[in-house]
């Protein structure tokens, strides 16, 4: 979309204070401004969505998917051909303007079966009462209470379920053996950077989802930053099922 939508991001994400009382609030006065332009900012910030998402053992046919802060739909029409073979797709968030984004985008597309639904990821329970496949696209870091938005993900999936996650994370400082250790700078330069937006980058999502989950797939890398040249952002993808 150009220099001025992304001058208008980077207002948002540097300089534009968040406010609200409620995390919803808070989620609606920042995305608020920058609905429009999400997307397109958005595809050289987040990494690894895309790769995530293809890694995902989807049902042959039918089959619940539960997108966990979802936002503007990006993730479920990246995987389009897939989707009119579920038989029902939820897209959760608490973000008023990214919900109207998506909404518009699955209704150019006709799927009726897609749902948007402004709903708390540490609550949402699906119609159907289960899911088949929940997914956190670089939603995790922005739940304050994220290890409720986990435990949920693993209450409403059925057994032998997938759950999918990319995001923003840093390594413990002694991190388990078949991980990634990273040094004292990316430790802690990172969550001091990101915390103005309300984003806190954790060493505990990966050992959490080795705990609850059998893992499928995990890579652990680093992506590049728009406009910040030098150094990288490090992110994960990992893939796992209910045991």
Avoid at 127 to 139: K, L, M, Q, R
Wanted: net charge positive.
């Amino acid at each position: 979309m150009g220099l001025m939508a992304d001058l208008r991001i980077l207002y948002h994400l540097l300089l534009k204070p968040v406010r609200g009382k409620s995390h919803a609030e808070r989620m609606e006065n920042f995305y608020g401004g920058q609905a429009e332009a999400y997307d397109d900012f958005r595809r050289r910030l987040l990494n690894g969505r895309e790769a995530m998402l293809e890694s995902i053992p989807w049902p042959e046919q039918g089959g619940v998917w539960v997108d966990m802060g979802g936002g503007t739909g990006f993730n479920i029409a990246a995987v389009a051909d897939r989707v009119p073979r579920l038989s029902k797709v939820y897209l959760v968030d608490l973000s008023t303007s990214l919900l109207q984004v998506a909404r518009k985008r699955f209704d150019e597309k006709g799927w009726s079966h897609v749902r948007t639904e402004e709903a708390d990821a540490t609550t949402f329970t699906p119609e159907e009462g289960s899911a088949d496949v929940v997914t956190f696209s670089y939603s995790l870091t922005m739940i304050p209470d994220w290890f409720s938005a986990m435990e949920n993900a693993l209450r409403i999936l059925k057994p032998g379920g997938v759950i999918g996650v990319v995001d923003f994370y840093v390594a413990r400082k002694f991190p388990a053996e078949r991980r990634a250790k990273h040094g004292w700078f990316t430790r802690s330069f990172w969550p001091v950077w990101f915390a103005g937006d309300n984003v806190f980058p954790s060493p505990d999502h990966l050992p959490f989802l080795d705990r609850h989950f059998e893992t499928v797939t995990c890579t652990e890398a680093k992506g590049k930053v728009p406009y910040i040249p030098l150094i990288r952002m490090p992110y994960y993808r990992y893939v796992g099922r209910k045991r």
